[in-house]
């Protein structure tokens, strides 16, 4: 059984920082790559970041420089390291997991609410 399960969301205020978790079970974590999305109140689910099992990094242009993602494949684990957070960071961040030719896997998701 596949699981993703997300950690690390919460209450932060405008320019702080948090660091997301993902901890991937029941798939070959190495050969996939691995991906953060968000869906803010009213809006779409949407790309945060992702990082291929070779390590290549992609993020959305609102992102970067100022979220890292990284992956650590002996601990089936990626991150999301969230740093000048503002307002408009608040959404639900969910992992994901996909390979080419298989189905994506997702977990539930964390709430980040950033406010003052």
């Known amino acids: 059984q596949v699981q993703l399960v997300e950690s690390g969301g919460g209450l932060v205020q405008p320019g702080g920082s948090l660091r997301l978790s993902c901890a991937a079970s029941?798939?070959?974590?190495?050969?996939?790559?691995m991906g953060w999305y968000r869906q803010g109140p009213g809006k779409e689910r949407e790309l945060v970041a992702t990082i291929t099992n070779g390590g290549t990094t992609n993020y959305a242009d609102s992102m970067k420089g100022r979220f890292t993602i990284s992956r650590d494949n002996a601990k089936n684990t990626v991150y999301l390291q969230m740093n000048s957070l503002k307002p408009e960071d608040t959404a639900v961040y969910y992992c994901n997991a996909r390979r080419i030719g298989m189905v994506p896997y997702w977990g539930k998701g964390t709430l980040v609410t950033v406010s003052s």
């Open positions: 029941g798939i070959i974590f190495s050969l996939h790559t």
